[in-house]
Nanobody, 128 residues
């Protein structure tokens, strides 16, 4: 059974950078879509970025385009989220999710319901 573990969160100031990691274990996952989502108390989980398993096509929420970069290193069984020029509104708990069904074509989904396995989250706080 695959497991996901996020790390790299922390408290930073506006304009700073953070790099989140999502480590997968249990079985190889190079063919699976991985998505990053964030959530603040009282709100639904919000899509941030995703990368397809087969072709490494990336997709981003408009609010993070040009500032965040998602990438994967299959040799390390990890997916990364490089977050630059952070803003206070980027604060929240960040989760990575894995889609069990392999994708034959197209982009990874921005819907949390498409992802089957989740990590425990890592907290990001951006102060103004």
């Amino acid at each position: 059974q695959v497991q996901l573990v996020e790390s790299g969160g922390g408290l930073v100031q506006a304009g700073d950078s953070l790099r989140l990691s999502c480590a997968t274990s249990g079985r190889p996952t190079p063919g699976n879509d991985i998505g990053w989502f964030r959530q603040v108390a009282g709100k639904e989980r919000e899509f941030v970025a995703a990368i397809t398993g087969s072709s490494d096509i990336t997709v981003y929420n408009d609010s993070v385009k040009g500032r965040f970069t998602i990438s994967r290193d299959n040799t390390k069984n990890s997916v990364f989220l490089q977050m630059d020029s952070l803003k206070p509104e980027d604060s929240g708990d960040y989760y990575c999710g894995l889609r069990e069904r392999l994708r034959l074509r197209g982009m990874a989904s921005s819907s949390a319901s498409e992802y089957d396995v989740w990590g425990q989250g890592t907290q990001v706080t951006v102060s103004s």
